[in-house]
Nanobody, 121 residues
Framework: QVQLVESGGGLVQPGGSLRLSCAAS????????MGWYRQAPGKQRELVAE???????NYVDSVKGRFTISRENAKNTVNLQMNSLKPEDTAVYYC???????????????WGQGTQVTVSA
């Protein structure tokens, strides 16, 4: 069974930093793009950052220059380094990954369970 397990959320003061990690486990034939979404109370889930298997990245404008996404292909892991955090970054952060379980499968998007990030003084 394939699953994504996130870690690293918590409470931090404005201006502080957090690092989120997400590991994909199970029988995975092909791991493609990975990324992070977030959902704040009363708002829609939004893309924060994504990274392709080749390392190309994309960020939502509000986090550019503050957040950095990276991945370790050998460990099936994606990380999100968050610096200069602001109260408006407060949300549940979800990891996702596009994966194929068998060689003949199309990619499916899998989601982690979410981790809370709270930025508050």
């Amino acid at each position: 069974q394939v699953q994504l397990v996130e870690s690293g959320g918590g409470l931090v003061q404005p201006g502080g930093s957090l690092r989120l990690s997400c590991a994909a486990s199970g029988s995975i034939f092909r791991l493609n793009a990975m990324g992070w979404y977030r959902q704040a109370p009363g708002k829609q889930r939004e893309l924060v950052a994504e990274i392709t298997s080749g390392g190309s990245t994309n960020y939502v404008d509000s986090v550019k220059g503050r957040f950095t996404i990276s991945r370790e292909n050998a460990k099936n892991t994606v990380n999100l380094q968050m610096n200069s955090l602001k109260p408006e970054d407060t949300a549940v952060y979800y990891c996702n990954a596009d994966m194929a379980i068998r060689w003949y499968d199309s990619n499916l998007r899998y989601w982690g369970q979410g981790t809370q990030v709270t930025v508050s003084a």
